[in-house]
């Protein structure tokens, strides 16, 4: 039986894009709002997280939310519009932007008003997870995080003396101590480790591996929503590949996140109706992590492997 190809399919699922969406995506992070009066906007600075949303909500006159400063540079985050820019009026009461990145000081003004100049402070996105080492176990025993993240192991107060010491065992086939081997004890009762590279991690106590005192962390890649064929950009190439996973049995990215353009946890006909309509018919953008790369720690069961 001939079956269509992913291109065909795309162009047949256009005319669904004046519907919108299938389905919204799954709320994230926090949501900030500022509110705009006539000749003036409050709060005029806010400090978010990566994957929060700034919301610019209208109380009275005209504005245009524009990123950046009056006469910024061209070609840097200070040129007008650079980020973001949208009405907020009568017609148009709120305006949203969604904010990823590393951390940085973004600018913007109210185009209608330009002395009107605001912040928003974007903190970074790493993240450091505690772990406590105690009578013959790490707990928790399994950690996931992202590129980039820490782990910050605490021995308990008392115990007897542990190891955190990277590895399957101590055998030598195993490699034991390749990425770390540090004291756990009462005079050294910390240890940090930054994961900079994707992959399983495990590791295990060296006086305590008869007892089976060990541990394990996945560690994600960052990613960059909507790019199913994982090249660094959103295009119309995306929305094609994941067609032809779902109807013509291609092999998936292990970056199942990615894929899920709307992120509501799975990835089906949905995502690429989401593409397609932020490509072609000014629907939403897909969620954080978007337009950059990034961590998305979204409660769902899909990852993003080497």
Do not use: K
Request: hydrophobic residues 40%; proline residues 10%.
């Amino acid at each position: 039986m001939h079956r269509p190809s992913a291109s065909h399919l795309s162009i047949a699922l256009l005319p669904l894009l004046l519907l919108g969406p299938l389905t919204s995506g799954t709320c994230r992070a926090d949501e900030y709002f500022i509110e705009m009066f006539s000749s003036a906007f409050l709060p005029q600075s806010v400090t978010v997280q990566a994957g929060d949303t700034v919301t610019w909500v209208h109380v009275a006159g005209s504005h245009v939310v524009r990123s950046g400063v009056p006469g910024g540079a061209p070609g840097t985050a200070d040129e007008p519009g650079a980020l973001f820019e949208g009405p907020v009026d009568a017609q148009n009461p709120t305006f949203s932007h969604t904010f990823s990145g590393p951390p940085a000081t973004i600018a913007f003004h109210d185009g209608a008003n330009p002395s009107q100049v605001g912040t928003i402070e974007l903190l970074g996105d790493d993240l450091t997870f505690v772990v406590t080492v105690l009578d013959n176990a790490y707990e928790p025993p399994l950690v996931e995080l992202f590129e980039g993240d820490s782990i910050r192991w605490e021995h308990e107060p008392g115990e007897m003396l542990h190891t955190v010491t990277s590895g399957l065992s101590s055998a030598p086939a195993d490699n034991p101590g390749a990425l770390f081997d540090a004291v756990s004890s009462d005079g050294f009762p910390v240890f940090i480790y930054t994961f900079d590279v994707a992959g399983e991690v495990p590791y295990f106590c060296l006086p305590h591996e008869c007892c089976g005192m060990l541990g394990m962390v996945v560690v994600q890649r960052r990613f960059l929503r909507g790019d199913a064929n994982e090249d660094g950009v959103v295009e119309i190439a995306d929305p094609i590949a994941l067609l032809g996973v779902l109807f013509q049995g291609a092999a998936p990215s292990p970056c199942l996140d990615a894929s899920d353009a709307n992120d509501d946890g799975s990835v089906n006909i949905a995502d690429a109706i989401h593409l397609l309509s932020y490509l072609f018919s000014q629907g939403a953008m897909p969620p954080a992590p978007f337009p950059a790369p990034g961590p998305d720690r979204t409660e769902d069961p899909l990852r993003c492997l080497p």
